[in-house]
Every structure is written in structure tokens, then in C-alpha cells.
Nanobody, 124 residues
Framework: QVQLVESGGGLVQAGGSLRLSCAAS????????MGWFRQAPGKERDFVAT????????LYADSVKGRFTISRDNAKATMYLEMESLKPEDTAVYYC?????????????????WGQGTQVTVSS
């Protein structure tokens, strides 16, 4: 099991930027694909982005493509999500997730470990 701690959420105006971080421990980080998901009130948890263990492959949801960038620093066992041009519809709790595989995944069932979530609120 991987322990995950997110940070960096907050309140931002539409068009603004935020960077989320996810610190991991408990498993060799470079062997662990990571992902970001988000959940708005009353909605399901949706895929946002994923990155492979060595950072070679990254995938994005269509809704965030071109605005969000996922990255990782394996030396620091930390993953990031750089969010730009934020929209009110990006408002959600953002969750960091880890997979027991170095290969990317896009479904919640692909990930075995989850962080506690961090709130991102975008005002119009």
C-alpha cells in the first residue's frame, strides 16, 4: 500500500492557476504509475490525468487537455498537477492515486491507493 498526501488546493478566480502536489511513500516510486482524479458534489469521481512510473507516458481527460500538465519527480517521490486557465467547472475535490504497476491507467479501478483529497474552487 502506498501512502499519499495531497497539497496545493485552494480558491482561485477563473483564468487563474494552481499547482497540486502529491507526496508518496511505501513503494518504489518509479515502479508506480500515478494519477489525478476529481469529484464534484453529487457526481462520480472522474479521471483527470495519469503518468507512467518513469514519466515517459502521460494521458489527459479531454476536458483538461492543453490546460493541465501532470509531472513527477521520482527523486522526491512526488507528483504534480499544474493547472492553468482554470474554469468554474474545474471546481472539485482532487484526489491523487497510485497504481501497483508502472503503466498508466485511466479508471478508478486501476488504482489501489488514494490520498485524502484537496479542494479546488474556481470562482467566476
Amino acid at each position: 500500500q502506498v501512502q499519499l498526501v495531497e497539497s496545493g488546493g485552494g480558491l482561485v478566480q477563473a483564468g487563474g492557476s494552481l499547482r497540486l502536489s502529491c507526496a508518496a511513500s511505501g513503494r518504489t516510486f518509479s515502479s508506480t504509475a500515478m494519477g489525478w482524479f476529481r469529484q464534484a458534489p453529487g457526481k462520480e469521481r472522474d479521471f483527470v490525468a495519469t503518468i507512467s512510473g518513469r514519466g515517459v507516458t502521460a494521458l489527459y481527460a479531454d476536458s483538461v487537455k492543453g490546460r493541465f500538465t501532470i509531472s513527477r519527480d521520482n527523486a522526491k517521490a512526488t507528483m504534480y498537477l499544474e493547472m492553468e486557465s482554470l474554469k468554474p467547472e474545474d471546481t472539485a475535490v482532487y484526489y491523487c492515486a497510485a497504481r501497483n504497476s508502472p503503466n498508466v491507467g485511466t479508471a478508478t479501478r486501476n488504482f489501489e491507493s488514494w490520498g485524502q483529497g484537496t479542494q479546488v474552487t474556481v470562482s467566476s
